[in-house]
């Protein structure tokens, strides 16, 4: 296995247009979560999935954020009409199991994205 | 909601010498505890985590202290080498989701 891969590493787009990343997690984790880190900051909650439910959406950032796993295994996050203001890493990681191990999560590289 | 602090945002220790960062939270209800560390263009590595019903967990140069009743927590590394220069985040879990300090970047001189 080679970890958390997210693709593309770097994505430079016009403001108003639509993104979407991928994440692909190790292949035995059932958690799946997405980040976001601004710089100066450490990474920010922004949703996670069990297998293919989405448990937690509430902190996404808005209404232009969404997030799918349509198969539990990779999952897809898309920003609609992007603004300036989500200039950012995208980050996405994985765990095993329902409960935080002692292991924590395995980040991948992330997803820098640039919007001007 | 800044729930982990991580009030230093830089230190700079020379090769040999003891590293100490410190982590604040105010949610009582977390109940793991880790430190991660992150390589510019790499996402964070997980480095060493604790339960809140412990008080102190080592692995190698690596330990993290926890006080519960100051809601603090620090990672010690001794001895600092070159290579453990990067950011180092702490974080806090209450099994939902993750919460992140700031971040410091620490810096070993040779």
């Known amino acids: 296995d080679t970890g958390v891969s997210q693709d593309p590493r770097h994505k430079i787009t016009k403001r108003g247009q639509n993104v979407t990343f991928r994440c692909d997690p190790i292949s035995e984790h059932n958690r799946l979560y997405w980040y976001r880190q601004t710089l100066g900051q450490g990474p920010e909650f922004l949703t996670y999935f069990q297998n293919e439910a989405q448990l937690e959406k509430s902190r996404l950032l808005s209404d232009r954020f969404s997030a799918e796993r349509p198969k539990g295994s990779f999952s897809t996050l898309e920003i609609q009409r992007t603004e300036q203001g989500d200039s950012a890493m995208y980050l996405c990681?994985?765990?095993?199991?329902?409960?935080?191990?002692?292991?924590?999560?395995?980040f991948g590289s992330g997803t820098r994205l640039t919007v001007v | 909601d800044q729930q982990v602090k991580q009030n230093s945002p830089s230190l700079s220790v020379q090769e040999g010498r003891i590293s100490i960062l410190n982590c604040d939270y105010t949610?009582?209800?977390?109940?793991?505890f880790l430190w991660y560390k992150k390589y510019p263009a790499e996402g964070p590595t997980f480095l060493i985590s604790i339960s809140s019903i412990k008080d102190k967990n080592e692995d190698g140069r690596f330990t993290v202290f926890l006080n519960k009743s100051a809601k603090h927590l620090s990672l010690h590394i001794v001895p600092s080498q070159p290579g453990d220069s990067a950011v180092y985040f702490c974080a806090a879990s209450d099994n939902n989701d993750m919460r992140f300090g700031a971040g410091t970047r620490l810096t070993v001189k040779p």
């Open positions: 990681a994985s765990s095993r199991g329902g409960l935080i191990s002692n292991y924590g999560y395995t």
């Open positions: 949610n009582s209800m977390f109940d793991y």
